[in-house]
């Protein structure tokens, strides 16, 4: 599945489906994620994405859970936060565009750009958004 050390991005969607274990995902995510620290991953995500699944947690499962899951990141040891910016965003628009990723989010779309700025080539999602813009999709 990855190579020792390989450098992943999560998306909002795995962090939801590890949080919530009523989640479709949630059995998938869960040995997805043990893959990834047996193989030493080097975990990244995004400010977009830590926001959208802080808000998303919050409001349909509870402000306990949403509390769980950011102190669950503040125990990661391997783990990086890709900042955005103007010029950040201002790339994501551009890929907002492209008529072949339809219905393409915003935060998506800035993953995409701060994925390809850093080098990595996988992404822990369950949105075929990630396959459709070239990333390979675990889990």
């Known amino acids: 599945m990855i190579r020792t050390g390989e450098p992943v991005f999560v998306d909002s969607g795995a962090w939801i ?7 479709v995902h949630h059995a998938r995510a869960r040995a997805t994620w043990e893959e990834l620290m047996a193989r030493g991953a080097r975990i990244h995500s995004s400010i977009p994405v830590v926001i959208e699944t802080f808000t998303f947690l919050d409001r349909n499962a509870a402000r306990d859970v949403a509390e769980v899951w950011r102190d669950s990141l503040r125990q990661l040891s391997r783990w990086r936060l890709l900042e955005c910016s103007a010029r950040t965003l201002s790339q994501a628009w551009e890929w907002l565009g492209r008529r072949a990723l339809v219905r393409l989010s915003l935060v998506d779309a800035t993953s995409f750009v701060l994925m390809a700025r850093a080098g990595i080539r996988g992404a822990f999602a369950f949105d075929h958004h990630f396959a459709q813009a070239g990333f390979r999709l675990l889990g």
């Open 17 to 23: 489906a590890l949080a919530m274990t009523r989640d």
